[in-house]
């Protein structure tokens, strides 16, 4: 009998390794790898090791700059984001009136949009001629800070929402009892329970902002530069490769402090775990400034997109649907089938990222959420948990080039595979994907599948009917997001080699590259129909109600 | 909850179904096509913009018997160093859509194995100078110049720009919207338009008076052109755009364009293609390398250059093309524009960019 149990820890050992390894395997051949191939090429010039140069940039007065520039952005850009997001959290979680789920998934939309679109609808605002052009933003950081924000709202309500609608009241109406203000109610008991969730939502927005591409191309004109888009800079246009490694160096290293501080907050009982959703309240007098704020929000949320429908209603000056027909047509021969075509491999495209993210995200979180006993297999696991989350720190063009120079002989040769840019999306969704699981296999008690066991069921059945029973929304709701996220990435899909298909973003992209009335009406049609398509999957993924989901 | 669950089932099977039934590009490929007559596929890498009639390569495949894989590959600028920095394993056979800002990079790391096919009457003026190899054979062109929305000044009573000299004169203040050199194509040939005409050492001081007198940068050509240009519904009459640009602003009523592009601000972008070293498959494949040649020539026959204005949007290098009728009747083009040595375009790039970004910064 005791050996019987040996034995099957043993297995047990031997499985999760295992389901640890095609995760690492697939990180370390798809990130690890091509981003290891482009550092090599800037710290290694000509074949030997020069750090020199990487110094020499360091060194450079630009370089300090663009440091400064990324990290003051990214901060006030991750302040606005909570001063905007925290209220509309509690009004759209906590509070109950109608048309709660729809404003919750428009929330979303802005989130897995494509940059381009984004820039558009925004610089449409704040442009010279826009409803607010005359605040003269356009091409300053502010605009930029406006983009970020636009972008980032969606994390802070969802994570802190979720986590404040699962939010045990019993800890605040005993305050409230015994006397305390509704200001030290939430500065004493609610605050606290949900640092976790603030912190988490904190720094997801700040490793966004810092990592933020298209926003910053796009809004900041040309007189700013992130890190990211002076790596893009360096490599893409002036293949000025050591200086590129430098800054890559640099970015990567912040993110991973960045992590490793988070990691260290966020330990100890996640309150968000132990859930008893209560029935959302009736708005009260008391609420009128979150709801003032979320109002804010949503108003702020929906201007450019409400500007980008406009836009692709207008022709000559009137209203018109042609340019939603004009998406049958292939632009005149810019094209090589309809737009309609386009959509169609999007979504094709998107199956398999999420297929994909789903599965290498699922073995993350089985991994880094098992039960360990030694502290070695602890720190093991907190490495593990952090080296997942790092694509989220990484350049989308070291990606892609780093793909094609690492990824060129033997088996490995899948430079110009249609399914490495499945593959990339994958990993752009993965910490995604993982963030909406960890919270929910964390959460579950071990206690549960140790009475499964005593009950006679083997692993497996304990597993299914314990774990798989628990996660099998949340997948779902996983599913969703990383198909949202497919459908609008345009950052590493742009510099991967790929077969002549291309998909919505990049139509959209080819539409607003050349001149013509048409082609911007149309360009704008397709990105409403992006918006949309994404909107209703994000609707579909609020409908089954996740508890936990989002908890990035 | 227990309502729910046939729901969440449904949706799984869904998912599968959508997997398993070619909804995926694991599940649905492209036929196996990969196999033509004599088995040989040639892959030619472009850059995001090129695009021809599905007509035409279908027609090209079947009167040469191979086939045509196209594989696209960011800008012209990442599309060229990335074929810098895979040269040895390219990622095809033949490269279309290196232009004349980035061609000498690629040529002095030997991207290219030697080809020289038989020029249609027109394309000599755009070969690329000092490339004595033969690595690339021009294919189509077109020019970066200054548009003006002429019909803004009609309707202002406004004298519109003649040169752009005029530029920094007063009267045109706050007029002007270029795409940034450092972010876009045609901002880098608007800025290598003024190092030519203005020279090593007048340049600065030209674009230090342009921003002076109120010159906007934004990041690229749409979103100068689409935003800020007036034609588009923006605040600028004077925009940083193409030759070609005045084909496409034609007024419904007077079927007449009312913009019009200033030929002494031009500067010519040529698109080449051109041989990769070892082709996709290695050394030794004749058959791919015989392949690739025969993509160019397709490059260069009739029925290609006659696409070009409608899938490109560029002038097609064959003299002898007929252009579809807007573009003859109102795509003006300069008859010459002082250029800057290719050769010089690689070496400074980046100083004359650092040099620029620090006076618009200012």
Redesign the interface.
């Known amino acids: 009998m005791i050996d019987r149990a040996v034995a099957t820890r043993h297995l047990g050992t031997a499985a999760s390794v295992l389901v640890a390894l095609v995760p690492l395997v697939i990180v370390a051949v798809f990130f690890v790898l091509p981003v290891g191939a482009m550092l090599q090429?800037g710290l290694w010039p000509e074949g030997r090791f020069a750090p020199g140069a990487v110094l020499d940039v360091l060194a450079r007065p630009?370089t300090g700059r663009v440091l400064w520039f990324t990290l003051w952005t990214s901060t006030v850009g991750t302040a606005l984001s909570l001063a905007l997001g925290l209220p509309a959290a509690y009004v759209l979680h906590r509070l109950r009136f109608p048309g709660r789920a729809v404003l919750r998934a428009v929330v979303l939309v802005p989130f897995v949009l494509p940059t381009v679109v984004v820039?558009?609808a925004v610089?449409?605002l704040l442009?010279?001629?826009g409803l607010l052009?005359g605040l003269g933003l356009d091409?300053t950081p502010a605009a930029i800070l406006i983009g970020l924000v636009f972008f980032n709202v969606a994390v802070v309500v969802r994570t802190v929402g979720v986590a404040w609608e699962g939010l045990d009241r019993r800890p605040a109406e005993a305050a409230a009892a015994l006397g305390a203000t509704p200001a030290q109610v939430l500065r004493t008991v609610t605050l606290p329970a949900l640092r976790p969730a603030i912190v988490a939502a904190a720094s997801v927005v700040f490793l966004f902002c810092a990592t933020a591409f298209g926003v910053v191309?796009?809004l900041?004109?040309?007189?700013y530069s992130s890190v990211e888009t002076e790596i893009y800079?360096l490599?893409?246009?002036?293949?000025?490769l050591p200086a590129a490694a430098a800054l890559s160096i640099v970015q990567l290293a912040a993110v991973a402090v960045l992590l490793a501080g988070v990691a260290r907050l966020r330990r100890g009982p996640d309150p968000t775990v132990r859930r008893l959703p209560a029935a959302p309240a009736c708005p009260t007098r008391r609420d009128l400034p979150a709801i003032g704020v979320t109002a804010l929000a949503l108003v702020g949320l929906a201007l450019p997109i409400a500007a980008l429908v406009a836009g692709s209603l207008r022709r000559?000056g009137g209203w018109s649907l042609a340019h939603y027909r004009a998406l049958g047509g292939d632009a005149?021969?810019?094209?090589?089938?309809p737009v309609t075509d386009a959509l169609t491999a999007s979504?094709?495209?998107a199956?398999?990222a999420?297929?994909m993210s789903l599965l290498l995200g699922g073995l993350v979180a089985l991994t880094v959420t098992r039960r360990v006993r030694t502290r070695r297999a602890r720190r093991v696991r907190a490495g593990l948990d952090a080296l997942f989350m790092l694509p989220l720190g990484v350049s989308a063009?070291t990606l892609?080039?780093g793909f094609?120079?690492a990824l060129?002989?033997g088996p490995l040769d899948l430079?110009?595979s249609?399914?490495l840019?499945?593959i990339a999306q994958a990993l752009v969704a993965l910490p995604l994907v993982v963030r909406t699981l960890v919270p929910v296999l964390g959460g579950i008690d071990d206690r549960q599948r140790q009475a499964a066991a005593s009950l006679g069921a083997g692993p497996l059945r304990a597993w299914t009917t314990v774990d798989l029973a628990a996660v099998?929304?949340p997948l779902?709701a996983a599913?969703g997001f990383a198909f949202a996220v497919s459908l609008g990435e345009f950052g590493a899909t742009?510099?991967?080699?790929?077969?002549?298909e291309?998909t919505l973003p990049?139509v959209i992209?080819?539409l607003?590259?050349?001149?013509?009335?048409d082609n911007?009406g149309t360009a704008m049609a397709a990105a409403v129909l992006l918006a949309a398509v994404t909107a209703l999957v994000v609707l579909a993924v609020e409908r089954?109600r996740v508890p936990g989901t989002g908890a990035w | 909850m227990r309502m729910?669950a046939p729901?969440?089932t449904a949706?799984?099977l869904t998912?599968l179904s959508?997997?398993a039934g070619g909804?995926?590009?694991?599940g649905?490929?492209?036929g196996g096509s990969d196999t033509s007559a004599d088995g040989t596929t040639i892959?030619l890498?472009a850059h995001?913009?090129f695009?021809l009639?599905?007509k035409l390569v279908a027609d090209f495949e079947e009167s040469s018997g191979l086939t045509l894989?196209?594989?696209?590959?960011?800008?012209a600028?990442?599309l060229t160093?990335?074929l810098?920095?895979?040269k040895d394993?390219p990622?095809?056979d033949v490269v279309f859509g290196i232009d004349n800002t980035f061609a000498t990079?690629a040529v002095d790391e030997g991207v290219f194995a030697p080809y020289a096919p038989q020029l249609p009457p027109g394309a000599e003026r755009d070969e690329l100078p000092g490339d004595t190899d033969d690595a690339l054979t021009p294919i189509d062109s077109g020019n970066v110049c200054v548009n003006v929305d002429d019909a803004w000044f009609a309707k202002e009573g406004l004298t519109p720009p003649a040169s752009i000299d005029d530029l920094t004169k007063p009267a045109y203040k706050d007029l002007l919207v270029v795409p940034?050199?450092?972010?876009s194509s045609p901002?880098l040939a608007f800025l290598l338009a003024t190092i030519a005409r203005y020279g090593e050492s007048g340049w600065q001081d030209y674009w230090t008076k342009l921003t002076a007198n109120g010159a906007?940068?934004?990041?690229?050509?749409?979103?100068a052109?689409?935003?800020?240009f007036t034609f588009?519904?923006?605040?600028?009459p004077i925009v940083v755009?193409?030759d070609?640009?005045p084909a496409?602003?034609i007024d419904?009523a007077t079927k007449k364009t009312t913009t019009s592009a200033l030929l002494d601000s031009c500067y010519r972008q040529v698109e080449y293609a051109g041989l990769l070293k070892g082709g996709k498959d290695g050394e030794g494949s004749a058959r791919s390398e015989a392949g690739a040649k025969e993509v160019v020539d397709w490059l260069l026959s009739p029925e290609v250059q006659a696409?070009l204005p409608?899938?490109m949007?560029v002038f097609p290098v064959d003299e002898r093309t007929e252009l579809p009728a807007d573009w003859a009747a109102f795509a003006k083009r300069p008859t010459s524009t002082k250029q800057v040595d290719p050769a010089e375009v690689t070496a400074q790039?980046?100083t004359w960019?650092?040099q620029w970004?620090e006076i618009?910064?200012r």
């Open positions: 090429r630009r820039g558009l610089r449409e442009g010279e001629g052009g091409g191309l796009v900041g004109g040309v007189r800079l490599t893409a246009d002036l293949l000025d000559d005149g021969g810019l094209l090589p089938g979504v094709r495209t199956v398999d999420t297929w063009v892609g080039f094609l120079i060129d002989s430079r110009t249609p399914l840019v499945p099998r929304r779902l599913a742009s510099f991967i080699a790929r077969p002549a291309p990049v992209y080819r607003l590259g050349r001149p013509g009335v911007e089954l | 729910r729901i969440t949706a799984i998912a959508l997997t909804c995926s590009l694991a649905g490929d492209d892959t890498v995001e913009s695009e009639p599905k894989r196209i594989e696209k590959l960011g800008d600028g990442a160093n990335q810098v920095l895979t394993k990622v095809g990079r940034g050199a450092s972010t901002g906007k940068v934004v990041k690229g050509w749409s979103d052109y689409y935003t800020d588009s519904g923006g605040q600028r755009s193409y070609s640009s496409f602003t419904e696409a409608t899938s949007y790039r980046q960019i650092e970004n618009i910064s």
